[in-house]
């Protein structure tokens, strides 16, 4: 508010002065000029001529809360962590303000209070230097863990890397160093320049590997495919063959399987071609064979007449004319030919059922007509019919004699021997 002459005239009439207020912090006079009570005495702060004494008072009063409000304010940053350069700025700014502040209230309350901020700022400054010290520790921890897993990805055998995971990995890690660089504290120079050296390092040579890699995958791709290619023209050149080209065809697919790998989507190109190759080969294969089978059918019919013919053998008993009918059989059987591949072991495992038979009666009819044999037999026979008879004499006294266990062992003994008489009769 500008300083004005205390008594104002308007049209050509004199306004008294106004009567004087006093308040415990200030005072306006008669004539509306404020005074603050400030140390020692009290100075003049305004005028404020064209108000009541209450209003002027009330106007400087404001002007004190309003700098009251801003030491508050400062008190509450400071005790919140705000930058203790910030603080000591706002300190030294209202230490200014309040020297010779135009404003009522108790001043000297207000500059004890900034002045003691000065005391908060260098405890500020203090835990700030703590805490960055902490940030930086931090962020240095960060850019060594980050340096680490970079070198661990170089160090590991070229050989049994999967490069799409590491590749990604890295490029992963590279953003965490951009973001550690952005948001996290500054390192010293030189350290930070030996760290970047040491990630860029194990990028690099990551990088080196990789290219080595692809380089020889290429190449040994490369030859895989010409190779291949080899392959599928000549099972081309056989599906396009009249004779049996099965057995070459499945010599190319063991090349194939050795040939190794052309890239994904070479290799399913080149193998669509090759299996088609093989489909044709088999279908041809195929069809001869349908029209082979269809011109033994006939063989088939004759074979299936012949067995139903020689499976009465299977109950035959005499060895002799089973063996000659047989023999008759398996003549028209060799002279009918071949049968479709499809049948040829149900009908050949018939006729072997049946030739076994008559082999089996062959063997039983030499076993009894053999005169070794037959001599050994009888004898055998008399004497396990003499021990026979003397057995059941033995079975008449015990049953005589009413002795149980002489009973039970003749009859044990009995039964035996009929048993074996009965095997070689």
Same mark, same amino acid.
């Given at each position: ?26 005072? #306006?006079?008669?004539?509306? #000029? ?56 706002? #300190? ?40 960055? +010290? ?54 010293? @120079? ?66 194939? @399987? ?26 041809? +294969? ?19 007449? /012949? ?7 299977? @109950? ?9 009918? /047989? ?46 044999? @037959? ?51």
């Amino acid at each position: 508010m500008t300083t004005s002459d205390p008594e104002t005239t308007t049209d050509d009439a004199t306004t008294q002065p106004a009567e004087a207020t006093d308040a415990p912090w200030g005072r #306006v006079d008669e004539h509306g #000029v404020v005074f603050v009570r400030d140390r020692d005495g009290e100075r003049q702060v305004g005028e404020y001529p064209d108000a009541t004494p209450e209003e002027a008072l009330a106007y400087y009063q404001r002007k004190f809360t309003d700098l009251a409000a801003q030491v508050t304010l400062l008190e509450q940053r400071a005790h919140r962590g705000a930058p203790p350069a910030d603080v000591a700025k706002a #300190v030294k700014r209202l230490s200014e303000a309040l020297e010779d502040a135009n404003a009522v209230g108790d001043l000297e309350a207000l500059r004890r209070r900034v002045a003691a901020l000065g005391g908060t700022v260098e405890d500020l400054s203090a835990k700030r230097s703590e805490e960055h +010290k902490a940030e930086v520790e931090a962020a240095r921890a960060d850019r060594v863990a980050i340096v680490e897993e970079a070198e661990a990805l170089a160090a590991r055998d070229p050989a049994t890397v999967q490069w799409k995971a590491t590749t990604q990995a890295m490029d992963a890690l590279f953003a965490r160093w951009q973001e550690a660089q952005r948001s996290s504290a500054r390192l010293p @120079k030189s350290e930070s320049n030996d760290l970047w050296k040491r990630f860029r390092d194990a990028r690099s040579t990551i990088d080196t590997q990789r290219r080595a890699y692809f380089a020889e995958l290429d190449q040994t791709q490369g030859a895989a495919r010409e190779a291949k290619e080899r392959l599928v023209q000549r099972a081309e050149a056989l599906a396009g063959s009249s004779g049996d080209a099965i057995g070459e065809y499945r010599s190319l697919l063991d090349q194939w @399987k050795a040939a190794g790998r052309a890239g994904r989507k070479v290799d399913d190109a080149l193998w669509a071609r090759f299996r088609a190759a093989g489909d044709a080969i088999y279908q041809t +294969k195929a069809a001869v064979q349908a029209e082979q089978d269809a011109e033994l059918g006939e063989n088939l019919t004759v074979k299936l007449a /012949l067995l139903e013919e020689a499976e009465p053998l299977l @109950k035959a008993t005499d060895a002799t004319a089973a063996r000659k009918t /047989l023999t008759g059989i398996q003549r028209r059987w060799d002279a009918a030919g071949r049968v479709p591949r499809d049948q040829l072991r149900p009908v050949e495992d018939r006729l072997r059922r049946i030739e076994q038979h008559v082999a089996q009666l062959e063997q039983e009819h030499w076993r009894r007509t053999n005169p070794e044999t @037959k001599a050994r037999s009888e004898g055998l026979a008399a004497q396990l019919s003499s021990a026979i008879e003397k057995l059941e004499r033995e079975l008449e006294e015990a049953q005589a004699a009413g002795d149980a266990r002489r009973i039970k062992d003749a009859e044990d003994a009995l039964n035996a021997r009929r048993i074996w008489l009965d095997a070689i009769g």
